[in-house]
């Protein structure tokens, strides 16, 4: 699932696990270039039981992720 989130090309995708279930890998783009992965967010400890739910989550961690990064900046003005 592919989506754009302040400006960065983000991803989510569900990882099979056995037994019918899900974790979620999320990546970050770099907004100018937007082949160019910065950010791998994997979260294995959390298993999801449908696909959607892992893909979604996966998105969560990635907006996460880029509010953390514009926070930093801010802070460090």
Do not use: N
Not at 54 to 69: K, M, N, P, Q, S
């Amino acid at each position: 699932m592919q989506q754009y989130y302040k400006d960065h090309p983000i991803y989510g995708f569900a990882v099979a696990e056995p037994g019918m279930l899900w974790h979620s890998t999320g990546l970050v783009f770099d907004p100018k270039h937007s082949t160019r992965e910065v950010k791998r967010l994997e979260c294995s400890e959390i298993i999801s039981t449908s696909r959607e739910e892992a893909e979604e989550y996966a998105l969560i961690l990635c907006r996460a992720w880029i509010d953390g990064l514009k926070a930093g900046k801010q802070e460090s003005k």
